[in-house]
């Protein structure tokens, strides 16, 4: 059974920085594409950034890049999100998700399993 959990979220101020990190209980693990998604009260779920197996094809929504990095850790089945210069619109319950599969995708309905979700909160 696939089991993904995530932790490291928490409350922060503007321009802070937080670490998410997502623990996979995966077999295949390096054979799955990895995602971090976030979603706000009342907005749809939305894709953050997405890593492949190796970590050689790295893809990031437009409002996050030169500010969030993801990576891997096939050793330890998990996948980071490094979080820099937060922003109040940053805030949001982050899940971590995965799918089979060499590539990237950016859509939700592309992945096919889900952690619980990590709450970030970012005031000004």
């Known amino acids: 059974q696939v089991q993904l959990v995530e932790s490291g979220g928490g409350l922060v101020q503007t321009g802070d920085s937080l670490r998410l990190s997502c623990e996979a209980s995966?077999?295949?693990?390096?054979?799955?594409?990895m995602g971090w998604f976030r979603q706000a009260p009342g907005k749809e779920r939305e894709f953050v950034a997405g890593?492949?197996?190796?970590?050689?094809?790295?893809d990031y929504a437009d409002s996050v890049k030169g500010r969030f990095s993801i990576s891997r850790d096939s050793a330890k089945k998990t996948v980071y999100l490094q979080m820099n210069s937060l922003k109040p619109e940053d805030t949001a319950l982050y899940y971590c998700?995965?799918?089979?599969?060499?590539?990237?995708?950016?859509?939700?309905?592309?992945?096919?399993?889900w952690g619980q979700g990590t709450q970030v909160t970012v005031s000004s």
């Open positions: 998700a995965a799918r089979p599969g060499y590539g990237v995708w950016t859509g939700a309905r592309d992945y096919r399993y």
């Open positions: 890593i492949a197996w190796t970590g050689s094809i790295i």
């Open positions: 995966i077999r295949t693990f390096s054979s799955n594409a």
